[in-house]
């Protein structure tokens, strides 16, 4: 999980670095919520760059609260990063919600039996 929030930290510093005006949407999934990671690193982003809104904390899939959030996402561009699956799953949904297949980047791992 440590590269996953890495990687989405870069992304969201590397867009405010770059000034960009597009709002900026972040779902983060985990099992439970002592699993999400790097919520201080989030909190402090937002604090420093202002114009941000806390969301709520849902349960079910990770895919859920998308599909319930937005009912059409074209023009949108959307960065996942996590386990293949869920990647793969979110991906259909936003394709069929309007992203272009073009527009889907993607950091995928695998968990490893532990």
Known sequence: MVANIRYILSLI???IKARMKNSIHLYLGARTARDVYG???LQALGDEH???EVGTQRRGLDTDP???DWSSLKDCRVYLCGPTPMGEATSLLVQSNGVNSA???SDAFYLGAT
Do not use: N, P, S
């Open 50 to 52: 202002g114009d941000h």
């Open 13 to 15: 510093r590397g867009a």
């Open 103 to 105: 527009q889907i980047y």
């Open 39 to 41: 919520k201080g690193w």
């Open 66 to 68: 998308i599909a319930f």
